[in-house]
């Protein structure tokens, strides 16, 4: 079985002094007497994932003194894809878990945002201090992100190679019990649900599947070994339907993305020729070489092609984010477009806020599992349900083809409307429980 077969594979690629206490950590896998089913493992904490939300909220607890096991479909961290855009909000969250100086040495702090034209006309540029001296912008790789994240927890944290195929609740309530596909199962007292934008969590709590936002993204990491060229700003070109930016990440790699409409998802494409082929093509006749560029010196490997999605959480329509002892986390509960650059912030904010609660629950006697994940829902709804929204809006504003509402956009929206704080005021999150402490 998978599950069992990555203990024994994972044991192997330790070293002795780290032997003994893996297998003692793993003894508490195995099934306890007087279990109702024998062949179950069973399992205090598990979490699903091992993204951004699911490798925080790991570290997250660890650091509150919790244990807890992550369990990944893939073979390993599934670090493809290029880049991520972490605000002032995202930086907080990664200081709470003793991440954040470690990442900000490797990546360059981002000064502000040039808005042209196709047609190469400069409509605006700001610095993001300009109105607020503490907000932090930088682009960070996502596959650094997560080997940092993973770095910082015991090496038998993460249980590759498990496959979910079924989810229930126990006969007597208390426990959820996960299937996996070689047959194992698990039974979790507590499930935290951080199983991305298609969700089997989110699909068996009864939520809707995410719904397409009708553009698609061409992403990539542009690499210069002798050190890249270009000034800490986003580069931003708006057309109509389509759009495209570049932002330098580090001193030898800058992130590019290309947007564009489509009516349908279309197929996955995985080949880096085609995809390299088809985002160059989109921007052929654009007066912005150093895009094109910029595609040309990517490596294959942070080439992607993602169609857009999001979720909604209309109020008295959307579920709760848990039931019972499960919870939803991230991209799981609420996906959302990447217009604010607020999607994998928001992750590490729910990471945050969630094991805190969880963590308050589980050592005290004033508050059940039950209703910490109710006040992670109710405070957090208030949070990412409105950038949702947002975020989607602004797609379609950006995204537009109507020549009446290019033209709004490109003489009165950009260069006279927006502001440094209407681009930052959705950092400016603070967590409850600072907000206490300062009162």
Known sequence: MAFISSIVQHAKSLSSSNISCYFQRQISLMPRVGAANDDDFKENIVIIGAGIAGLASAVSLQRLGIRSLVLEQAESLRTEGSSITLSKNGWKALDAIGVGDELRSQFLEIQGIVFKSDVGKVLNSFGFKDEDKSQELRVVERRILLETLASKLPPDAISFSSKLSKIETSENGSNTLLQFQDGTRLSAEVVIACDGVWSPTAKWMGFRQPKYAGHIAFRGLGYFPEGQPYEPKVNYTYGRGLRAGYVP???????????????????????????????????????????????????????????????????LISPPPSIGRTVLVGDAWHPMTPNMGQGACCALEDSIVLTEKLAEAMKSKNISVEDAFKAYGSERWRRVFPLTVMANRVGALSQSENTLICSVRNNIILPKLLKPRTMTRHANYEFEQTKRNKH
């Open 249 to 315: 990440a580090s001193k030898t790699k800058v992130y590019w993305f290309v947007m564009c409409n489509s009516s349908s998802p279309g197929p996955r494409i995985t080949d880096p020729s085609i995809l390299r082929q088809q985002a160059k093509e989109l921007v052929k006749d654009w007066p912005v070489t150093d895009i094109l560029n910029l595609i040309n010196l990517t490596a294959d490997d942070t080439l992607t092609r993602n169609p857009l999605y999001d979720r909604w959480l209309w109020p």
